[in-house]
């Protein structure tokens, strides 16, 4: 009994002295203002990574880092939030010998110029844009890889537009239709819908935030096994200015759309684009790794899927060489599968969304069923109006 008092004792100390400590690092100046960076680090612009382009799509100047040669099947990856090309760097160099390896800053990410309207970052505008990059590339289809947000673009650039994909891999993130049945039933934590809700209503708290103990929250989200070099490439990309904003930006765009009523539809007839998703226990939101597969193998196929163990989120920086083993160990299968015709299997509903500048800069300022010029063709105008208003989950691909 008294080693159990002791013991008690012993920890309520510790957790006082930790929370003292902790206090008293908020009320130092320099928790709350980051180291100067004024220069980029070597390892940005080391040639070993590959050569940096830059190219304008839909009105848009984008920066990507490329290897291999132009000659050969496009591999481009897509990066999650907050991140930009350096995620990619073991990936590009490893497949380079026979993919033209390309690894993309979306818009406002990295050295990408942000876009004029924050609905660009919709998932279906930014999926055109990826289009548009592919064909500007000059490229017909691609293998197209993604982790994090950029496996949810992913995902969806898979549904839209299956014949720009030859294959895919997707890191960690399943699609927003199977984000969505996780929700219906319960799966997702609570502390996850908190994070979201104060990322979507608290301003720019957030940066601010991110901003704290010289941008501790990379030393987080890359792990401790980061090398310092790799540290101070997040940290001065994310500290230019409006960076951490452009990507808070496009969190915001597209969490308010998980609970947007649907209002325009296209009929997705199921893909036969062969593809591989990677995860790890903790992206199976408490459900066995059987149940969270049958979710995924159900909707998508033919899809192969492996586990990936002692990773975090960026596990193909965690684990470059089992990542690239299984990517590799995919891409040189021989897909037996026969492809079934488009028409085959079950119609799903999609949200089409597509809202011009025009509409968004005004759309509480002049009645929703008015349009206005240089609308595009099939822009609703009423997209933001009904946000929140009706809470209810959409079909989406």
């Given at each position: 009994?008294?080693?159990?008092?002791?013991?008690?004792?012993?920890?309520?100390?510790?957790?006082?002295?930790?929370?003292?400590?902790?206090?008293?690092?908020?009320?130092?100046?320099s928790?709350?203002?980051?180291?100067?960076?004024?220069?980029?680090?070597?390892?940005?612009?080391?040639?070993?990574?590959?050569?940096?382009?830059?190219?304008?799509?839909?009105?848009?100047?984008?920066?990507?880092?490329?290897?291999?040669?132009?000659?050969?099947?496009?591999?481009?990856?897509?990066?999650?939030?907050?991140?930009?090309?350096?995620?990619?760097?073991?990936?590009?160099?490893?497949?380079?010998?026979?993919?033209?390896?390309?690894?993309?800053?979306?818009?406002?990410?990295?050295?990408?110029e942000?876009?004029?309207?924050?609905?660009t970052?919709?998932?279906?505008?930014?999926?055109?844009?990826?289009?548009?990059?592919?064909?500007?590339?000059?490229?017909?289809?691609?293998?197209?890889?993604?982790?994090?947000?950029?496996?949810?673009?992913?995902?969806?650039?898979?549904?839209q537009?299956?014949?720009?994909?030859s294959?895919?891999?997707?890191?960690?993130?399943?699609?927003?239709?199977?984000?969505q049945?996780l929700?219906?039933?319960?799966?997702?934590?609570i502390?996850?819908?908190?994070?979201?809700?104060?990322?979507?209503?608290?301003g720019?708290?957030?940066?601010?935030?991110?901003?704290?103990?010289?941008?501790?929250?990379?030393?987080?989200?890359?792990?401790?096994?980061?090398?310092?070099?790799?540290?101070?490439?997040?940290?001065?990309?994310?500290?230019?200015?409006?960076?951490?904003?452009h990507?808070?930006?496009?969190?915001?765009?597209?969490?308010?759309?998980?609970?947007?009523?649907?209002?325009?539809?296209?009929?997705?007839?199921?893909?036969?684009?062969?593809?591989?998703?990677?995860?790890?226990e903790?992206?199976?939101?408490?459900?066995?790794?059987?149940?969270?597969m049958?979710?995924?193998?159900?909707?998508?196929?033919?899809?192969?899927?492996?586990?990936?163990?002692?990773?975090?989120?960026?596990?193909?920086?965690?684990?470059?060489?089992?990542?690239?083993?299984?990517?590799?160990?995919?891409?040189?299968?021989?897909?037996?599968?026969?492809?079934r015709?488009?028409?085959d299997?079950?119609?799903?509903?999609?949200?089409?969304?597509?809202?011009?500048?025009?509409?968004?800069?005004?759309?509480?300022?002049k009645?929703?069923?008015?349009?206005?010029?240089?609308?595009?063709?099939?822009?609703?105008?009423?997209?933001?109006?009904?946000?929140?208003?009706?809470?209810?989950?959409?079909?989406c691909?």
């Amino acid at each position: 009994m008294d080693q159990l008092a002791f013991g008690c004792v012993r920890r309520a100390v510790l957790v006082c002295a930790a929370f003292f400590l902790r206090l008293i690092r908020w009320l130092q100046a320099s928790y709350w203002v980051p180291n100067a960076r004024p220069h980029p680090p070597d390892t940005l612009n080391h040639s070993k990574w590959g050569t940096h382009r830059y190219i304008t799509v839909q009105n848009i100047k984008l920066h990507y880092v490329e290897q291999g040669s132009s000659s050969k099947p496009l591999m481009l990856f897509l990066h999650g939030l907050p991140d930009f090309w350096y995620s990619w760097r073991y990936q590009m160099h490893e497949f380079s010998k026979d993919y033209w390896t390309v690894a993309l800053d979306l818009p406002g990410m990295g050295r990408s110029e942000p876009p004029a309207h924050s609905v660009t970052y919709k998932l279906s505008n930014l999926a055109r844009l990826v289009c548009s990059l592919i064909t500007a590339l000059g490229k017909s289809e691609c293998v197209l890889v993604g982790n994090g947000a950029g496996s949810i673009l992913g995902w969806h650039i898979v549904n839209q537009y299956p014949d720009r994909v030859s294959r895919y891999v997707l890191l960690g993130v399943p699609s927003e239709a199977i984000l969505q049945q996780l929700y219906q039933r319960g799966a997702i934590p609570i502390a996850t819908l908190l994070r979201s809700a104060f990322l979507l209503y608290a301003g720019e708290l957030p940066t601010l935030l991110a901003r704290t103990d010289d941008y501790a929250m990379f030393n987080d989200l890359l792990g401790p096994g980061a090398k310092p070099q790799d540290l101070e490439a997040y940290k001065y990309t994310f500290a230019q200015p409006a960076a951490l904003g452009h990507a808070l930006a496009a969190f915001r765009e597209n969490f308010a759309d998980f609970f947007l009523e649907e209002y325009e539809y296209r009929v997705r007839k199921p893909a036969n684009t062969p593809g591989l998703f990677l995860f790890r226990e903790e992206d199976c939101f408490g459900q066995t790794p059987e149940e969270y597969m049958s979710l995924l193998t159900d909707a998508y196929e033919p899809l192969e899927t492996r586990f990936v163990a002692r990773v975090g989120r960026f596990m193909h920086q965690d684990d470059p060489k089992t990542v690239n083993k299984l990517i590799g160990e995919f891409l040189g299968m021989n897909v037996t599968r026969p492809k079934r015709p488009l028409g085959d299997g079950p119609e799903k509903q999609v949200i089409v969304k597509e809202v011009c500048g025009n509409c968004h800069e005004n759309a509480h300022r002049k009645p929703a069923e008015a349009h206005h010029e240089k609308c595009v063709e099939n822009c609703d105008g009423q997209a933001h109006r009904y946000v929140f208003d009706k809470v209810r989950i959409p079909i989406c691909s």
